[in-house]
């Protein structure tokens, strides 16, 4: 495995595969690696000739109230555990390098960027948008992989290649979760014992809310209340949104016909998490 920090070494690398009819797979992550990104390198294991994991804490998603000062970061940890999962090259260029002085073109998406964390985390995909798609001219792959945790994410990603004709299919694989359904996250590890426990109210009214979709409820007032009731009597649990919206749009449903989105962003303590899940006629 080898570990590339030269952008312009990167998209040599890139171009060579290529022309040598290798087919390529992009992981973006920002390190801090655990089971669910490792998930994904082995979905771009099976599928590319060339697996590449992006390793690069962005700046621009940030916001200036947020955590990327304390953002965890252990490059020589990532790389052994990616060494295991048969990455060929980690990609893991310096912040001055990426955002040059001058640095000033940026990519953003219209409305899947509004609602959600979009309303509350100014700018972030506006970062995202912009890092991924630079990401995405210097490693120059056939397939990037993304997690559905981040569900916005993935849809604001998605929305960006289909409308900016990338050339690249760009794929969304199941949340990998903790064996009490607490989703993975880089950030759960800033949660203390205590938080821990609470935590694990997002998966289960998640869960329980898919349980009342299956036994006939519709009504998007209905689940959130059983939603927000669950989490609500967690200790040290703040709601900043539940919401039940279009899985395409983001739009906020009233009744769900046959599909729907619940997402969640809840505060633990000082540490904010997000979840998602499906509510659809044949979930299992
Ligand atoms: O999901 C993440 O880790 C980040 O938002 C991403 C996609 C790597 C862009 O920085």
């Known amino acids: 495995m080898k570990i590339i920090k030269d952008i312009l070494e990167m998209q040599v690398m890139a ?11 992009l992981v973006p992550t920002m390190g801090a690696l655990h089971q669910g990104h490792l998930s994904l ?45 048969g990455v060929d090259i980690i990609f893991s260029p310096e912040a001055k390098d990426f955002y040059p002085d001058l640095f000033q073109t940026y990519v953003m998406v219209e409305q ?9 985390r100014p700018g972030h995909f506006r970062g995202v948008t912009t890092v991924v798609c630079k990401l995405f001219h210097i490693v120059k792959p056939h397939l990037a992989i993304f997690g559905q945790k981040d569900f916005q994410q993935l849809i604001v990603i998605q929305q960006m290649a289909k409308d900016l004709n990338m050339d690249v299919e760009v794929i969304g694989r199941p949340t ?37 979709f299956r036994k006939g409820e519709r009504k998007t007032e209905v689940l959130l209340d059983r939603v927000s009731g669950l989490i609500g009597r967690e ?8 919401r039940i919206c279009h899985p395409r749009t983001l739009e ?19 540490t904010r998490l997000i979840d998602n899940c499906l509510l659809e006629d044949n979930q299992e």
């Open 235 to 242: 200790p040290a649990t703040r709601i900043e949104y539940a």
């Open 15 to 25: 171009e060579e595969s290529r022309r040598s009819g290798k087919k390529i797979a």
């Open 176 to 212: 990998v979760r903790e064996a009490d359904g607490l989703a993975m996250s880089s950030r759960n590890r800033y949660l203390s014992p205590e938080e821990r426990v609470s935590a694990r109210s997002l998966s289960w009214a998640l869960k329980e809310a898919q349980v009342l």
């Open 41 to 85: 390198m082995d979905y771009g294991r099976t599928k590319a000739d060339l697996l590449v994991v992006s390793i690069f804490v962005n700046p621009i998603q940030f916001g200036p109230k947020e955590d990327f000062g304390k953002y965890p970061r252990d490059l020589q940890g990532d790389s052994l555990l990616t060494a295991k999962r």
């Open 112 to 120: 899947v960027t509004q609602p959600l964390c979009g309303a509350v």
């Open 252 to 270: 906020d449903l009233t009744v769900v016909k046959d599909q729907g989105v619940l997402a969640l962003a809840v505060w633990v303590g000082s």
